[in-house]
């Protein structure tokens, strides 16, 4: 049982007015339990058109700018993303509320909330240390967060021709490329963008990255798995002389002239996990294996 009270920094999806509503029973769940809550401006402003009551936050913020004992993020896996990347190194660690379907990050139904917070409270719980990938380049900078908790794509602008993605190794030449993109994935983002792709599932916590390409021009072209130790560096050649970068799905133009550099992020993303919680449960249902299709 923690004996202090408990601070928590909530960020949510701003565009799922129905389901916003759940905010109100997490509200009134941590008002019981006497925490201090802090909630994302964005989001702040979004549930208060949507008629949802803000009782009991206690502070409005803007970007990295909270502090928290525990994150909480109202959505699916794409707010978690979100969330972890305004995160970032505070290293905090995250509960993902699913507003929707069960998801991989977000795996606490709202009917469970109160479940969860009690948890919190109590100590029932664990946390999952996930690795991450940052970002470096010669002549460029995001205009967001520049670390990855799923997957770095260096993809094709819109109707443009494949572009040529030479990869290096730690140094070392591994191939061109001739494709739609490339995307290097953490174990974490394994079952996103990776896996719809045809590039390997991955248990999170394995140290290692995956690359894989995007509708490549050779049959031969197949995922390859790589130690999270490794250095990845991406020089691109394109008919339209730029390209996309997509950190987590947010994508900004690049010159041809830049230069990717990925390697391991200096910290880990922290993920609450609940006593039972399995992640090859969640596996089998996302997957649905062993599920009959012949009715």
Request: aromatic share 8%; charged share 20%; proline share 4%.
């Amino acid at each position: 049982m923690t004996s202090h009270r408990l601070k928590f920094a909530i960020f949510g999806n701003v565009f799922q007015p129905k389901k916003s509503a759940s905010i109100t029973r997490l509200l009134t769940c941590l008002s019981q339990n006497g925490a201090e809550v802090s909630m994302d401006s964005a989001f702040y402003d979004f549930i208060q058109r949507s008629g949802c009551s803000a009782q009991g936050v206690a502070r409005v913020f803007d970007d990295g700018d909270f502090d928290a004992d525990f994150v909480i993020s109202m959505g699916g896996d794409g707010t978690f993303l979100k969330a972890a990347a305004r995160v970032g190194a505070k290293q905090i660690p995250i509960v993902g509320v699913n507003m929707g379907r069960l998801g991989f990050l977000a795996d606490v139904t709202p009917c469970d909330i109160e479940a969860c917070i009690k948890a919190l409270h109590t100590g029932e719980f664990t946390i999952e240390d996930r690795g991450a990938l940052t970002v470096e380049a010669d002549g460029w900078e995001p205009s967001g967060p520049s670390c990855a908790l799923n997957d770095v794509a260096i993809l094709k602008r819109d109707d443009a021709s494949m572009i040529s993605i030479r990869a290096e190794i730690n140094g070392e030449c591994l191939t061109t490329y001739q494709a739609d993109g490339l995307i290097v994935s953490t174990p974490t983002g394994s079952t996103a963008y990776s896996l719809s792709n045809g590039g390997p599932i991955i248990v999170p916590g394995t140290p290692v990255f995956a690359i894989t390409a995007v509708a490549p021009h050779s049959l031969n072209t197949r995922p390859i798995v790589i130690s999270d130790d490794s250095v990845v560096r991406l020089c691109v050649e394109s008919r339209s002389h730029n390209f996309l970068i997509a950190i987590d799905g947010r994508s900004e133009k690049c010159a041809e002239s830049v230069s990717i550099t990925l390697r391991k992020a200096p910290y880990k993303v922290r993920i609450v996990k609940r006593p039972g919680a399995s992640y090859f449960d969640t596996l089998r249902e996302k997957m649905m294996w062993g599920a009959d299709g012949r009715e």
